[in-house]
């Protein structure tokens, strides 16, 4: 049989996919509102998702994007995964160190397309953190995914690559990821995307074929470690551990938690979230930050809560690049002690002294985490 008609799950799921958003999408996202409350149609989801709500519902319901109730968001409902089993998964080393110890992820913030400062910043990280992960970010695109992926291997990394919905139609998003499953990834986060905000890439259209949660589905029927985030904090408060367990079920092995006011918080989300029967293993967020531009830039993030009285600290210390550091492990050190987090990711731009030097910063935190074990 020519490798052209072999019909792979990658290939099956793609079909189903498209044959149901093609014919019955619509039928679909009524049956997603109809779980939710009686909505409208002009009052729908401007993301199109049907496995909402995402992570940007404001604190009074409404949406993100317009200004109406997030139709996800009123009714109190998860949408139950509705899509094909996902296939058993494959091996994985990420996942198999975090059954051993502490895995450290970190995000990667590097000087877009600049390839050179990518394996720079790579250099700076590898030693130290399990996986960089890759973001997306919507007024700062960057070299192809595929391509991120292959530059940070190539420096001895382990990528794990953001996928967004936002800026891809549903034809690229599946390219994207069989040229991830073929480049060999740690994971793929697999987002909806947030909004783009007024006044960023004029002309440039928000496309939203599908959502994140479809979007794992196609990762892990490709083969691929399936992550997926969650917004712990984000209103509604409530849905969101059930929620996680739907994404579960669409095909997600990991969680990459937004950052949580508290421990309390994310040790109460945790158990709701294993209550409510997920046992995806979960990676919560750590804030790194030393100076006031970047404990601003999390500050602003939807959904992400630092402790002013921390960040206070940080900042008035007299060296705040060790205060920075020293809070940041600690935090990490907290939360990993919550039942079912397997994992941290440091997360924001460190420091605005440049990239390598905020590097140097978070190599530093994941070396104190790990203990010099990463990769
Ligand atoms: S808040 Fe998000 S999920 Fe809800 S309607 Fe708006 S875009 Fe859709």
């Known amino acids: 049989m020519p490798a052209t008609a072999r019909c792979t799950p990658l290939r099956r799921l793609i079909l189903r996919i498209g044959l149901r958003d093609g014919l019955a999408g619509r039928a679909a996202r009524g049956r997603a509102r109809s779980q939710t409350g009686p909505v409208p149609e002009d009052d729908g989801c401007p993301k199109r998702m049907e496995y909402g709500p995402c992570g940007g519902v404001r604190p009074d319901l409404t949406c993100e994007m317009a200004a109406h109730p997030c139709p996800f968001a009123v009714g109190g409902e998860v949408v139950a ?117 007024p006044g960023v890439r004029l002309g440039a259209t928000q496309v939203f074929d599908v959502d994140g949660t479809r979007l794992a589905a196609l990762a892990a029927a490709a083969g691929l470690v399936a992550a997926v985030p969650e917004a712990p904090d984000a209103p509604p408060v409530p849905i969101r551990p059930a929620r996680l367990r739907e994404k579960q079920r669409a095909g997600a092995r990991l969680a990459v938690l937004n950052h949580v006011g508290s421990v309390d918080r994310l040790a109460a989300f945790a158990a709701a979230a294993r209550a409510a029967g997920a046992t995806v293993p979960l990676v919560a967020g750590v804030a790194v930050y030393t100076d006031e531009h970047s404990a601003s830039v999390l500050q602003r993030f939807p959904g992400l809560h630092l402790d002013p009285e921390q960040v206070d600290a940080v900042l008035r210390a007299p060296d705040p690049v060790a205060a920075g550091i020293a809070a940041a492990v600690a935090e990490a050190r907290a939360l990993l002690a919550v039942d079912g987090v397997v994992g941290v990711n440091l997360s924001g731009s460190a420091s605005a002294r440049g990239v390598e030097f905020a590097a140097g910063i978070k190599a530093e935190v994941g070396r104190r985490i790990s203990g010099g074990r990463a990769t």
Do not use: K, Y
């Open 81 to 197: 995964w509705h899509g094909e089993e996902p296939p058993a998964p494959g091996p994985s080393a990420l996942l198999e160190r975090a059954r051993t110890r502490p895995v450290v992820l970190t995000d990667l913030t590097v000087r877009p397309f600049d390839a050179a400062n990518v394996r720079a910043v790579t250099r700076i990280l590898a030693g130290s953190c399990d996986a960089l992960l890759v973001g997306e970010h919507h007024g700062r695109p960057d070299f192809p995914p595929a391509l991120m992926a292959t530059l940070i291997r190539d420096m001895g990394g382990q990528p794990v690559i953001t996928l967004s919905c936002r800026d891809r139609n549903r034809v690229v998003l599946e390219q994207e990821v069989a040229g991830l499953a073929e480049v060999g990834v740690a994971g793929v986060l697999c987002v909806t995307g947030d909004g783009r905000a």
